[in-house]
């Protein structure tokens, strides 16, 4: 008597990312959003994971930053601060800084990071440069306590302006989003794009109004200017903490009009790359 052996077909399923040129998919971002909590706080407890001064580098790189600017920028250069105490206008400019360095890096970094993840398991990838970003209000949170602190010792208050705040930070955090998707897809496909984030950082703060005041451009160049988004968000951030400070007006408007633009690209582009990133990355 023979047996036969009864061989089943093997069925594989493919989980892709629906198609789409303009499709965001923010309902399905927005039902994994309880993922989104915990890469989040992952990020934010590897970050200070064994470091001895834990949540105080949050406060110690802008007050360092500020103190070396103030030395050097204010003190020897003597440039000029729109009529208010130096530290204070480098300290207003350096607490959306903040938040985007840091995410500039981590976003761009994130996807090589997290390949692990991304190889096993499907979930819109967006969530990742999502989560790098958002870690970094955590940092912002501190260090504008410390601001408050700095306006207090300077006898100056907040004024009405400083309810336009939330906008310029949400500005602030969607630069940072649109640039990180943009830098994540590229660097899952050229690592060559790490080795070029410090770089364009270092190149990113000088062209942005840190340590000096955007009013030291000439009028002419002023909107070509403008089209460094993170120039709108300085001059906000200003204008909203410090009320003295120059409104931004038009430049701010043509950095909106800018990080609209980088927003669209990165997400189409970003979509375009990632059913390839489990391949590749």
């Known amino acids: ?11 594989e399923t493919k989980i892709t990312p629906t ?21 989040v706080w992952r990020d934010i407890k590897i970050r200070y994971k064994q470091a001895a001064l834990g949540a105080a580098w949050a406060i110690l790189q802008p007050v360092l930053t500020m103190v070396t600017f103030t030395l050097f920028f204010g003190r020897l250069a003597k440039v000029p601060s ?5 530290p204070l206008f480098v300290f207003a400019a350096l607490l959306p800084w903040q938040v985007f360095g840091y995410a500039l890096t981590q976003s761009a970094n994130s996807l090589v990071g997290n390949q692990n993840l991304i190889q096993k398991v499907y979930f819109p990838r967006l969530l990742i440069p999502m989560s790098a970003v958002f870690a970094s209000l955590v940092d912002f949170v501190w260090a504008f306590v410390v601001f408050l602190g700095l306006m207090a010792y300077n006898h100056r ?5 400083i309810l336009y705040l939330p906008v310029f930070l949400l500005l602030a955090v969607t630069t940072a989003l649109a640039v ?24 990113w703060l000088v062209a942005t109004p840190v340590a000096y005041s955007a009013s030291l451009v000439p009028e002419q160049w002023r909107m070509l200017y403008g089209l460094n988004p993170m120039a709108g968000v300085v001059g906000g951030f200003r204008w909203a903490l410090l009320g003295q400070a120059q409104n931004p007006g038009m430049l701010l408007w043509v950095s909106i009009g800018a990080v609209i633009a980088l927003l669209i690209g990165g997400v189409i582009y970003f979509q375009r790359v990632e059913a390839l990133f489990a391949d590749i990355v």
Do not use: C, K
């Open 1 to 11: 008597m023979s047996s036969q052996v009864l061989e089943l077909p093997i069925l």
């Open 19 to 39: 198609e789409g040129l303009f499709n965001l998919r923010l309902g399905e971002v927005w039902e994994y959003r309880e993922l989104l909590y915990f890469l």
């Open 82 to 86: 729109d009529g208010i105490p130096y």
């Open 157 to 161: 208050m907040p004024t009405i302006h």
């Open 180 to 203: 990180g998707l943009w830098l994540s897809a590229l660097n899952v496909r050229f690592r060559d794009v790490r080795h070029t984030i410090p770089f364009l950082a270092q190149f």
